[in-house]
């Protein structure tokens, strides 16, 4: 029944870049507190900026020419610095609106389409990035949910304002539900190193699990020994 208002995707497709990337960072110290019985805050603050690295990696591997950080600390912005990224501070007041502000300055500058990507996506790859770039050429907004169906891990869209940013509690639904009600046309990539986020300890262990398949990126986080995988 649903079907006939959205497709799912999970094919390789070839690449369409987006005008530019989004990527969002909580202030370090208040992010991944629900890990804090097994990391100290020292240890989630060098969790966040590998994976941060991760997802801009990707986006540039890809193909992106303009990849952007919003953020407030020092650490992010020396990352992203260090990358030839664009740093964006954090002025607003919560995650919505910093989203909103800044993709309707970046539209009104370059105009196209664009993405945003959690900074928490340890398994991302470049060939989603491509992927997500090539659904939105025949789609309004292209939509990658968690592993839960909760969260939105990847939200592009080919115009600012095509829905209310809508982060948070059931986000996915809260963003799929805008986007069909409004009549847009709407895909979701449906993809397991784009759905799984690191917010709680599960997810630490389902990395573990997932690291005798394979992963590229994996490596890179094997190095960080206080995962305990």
Not at 62 to 84: M, N
Request: one cysteine or more.
């Amino acid at each position: 029944m649903l079907s006939r208002k959205f497709n799912i995707y999970q094919v390789k497709l070839k690449l369409t870049l987006f005008e530019f990337a989004i990527i969002p960072v909580k202030k370090l110290a208040d992010a991944k507190s629900r890990l804090r019985k097994l990391l100290n805050q020292q240890q989630r603050r060098r969790l966040i900026l590998t994976m941060l690295e991760l997802v801009a990696n990707a986006c540039l591997e890809a193909g992106l020419k303009r990849v952007y950080v919003i953020g407030s600390d020092p650490e992010v912005e020396t990352l992203v610095k260090r990358k030839s990224l664009s740093f964006i501070p954090d002025i607003w007041c919560g995650l919505n609106e910093s989203l909103e502000s800044v993709t309707d300055m970046l539209y009104s500058r370059h105009g196209g389409g664009f993405v945003i990507f959690p900074c928490d996506l340890p398994l991302i790859s470049p060939e989603d990035v491509k992927i997500v770039g090539r659904l939105l050429e025949h789609n309004d907004v292209v939509i990658s949910p968690s592993l839960g169906l909760k969260g939105t891990n990847a939200l592009a869209m080919r115009e600012a304002r095509m829905i209310r940013m809508q982060y948070g509690a059931s986000s996915f639904l809260k963003h799929l539900s805008s986007a069909m009600a409004c009549g847009k046309r709407v895909a979701i990539y449906a993809s397991l190193r784009v759905g799984l986020d690191v917010d709680v300890p599960k997810d630490m262990a389902k990395l573990k699990r997932l690291s005798k398949l394979g992963y590229e990126n994996f490596k890179e986080l094997r190095a960080l020994d206080y995962l305990r995988l």
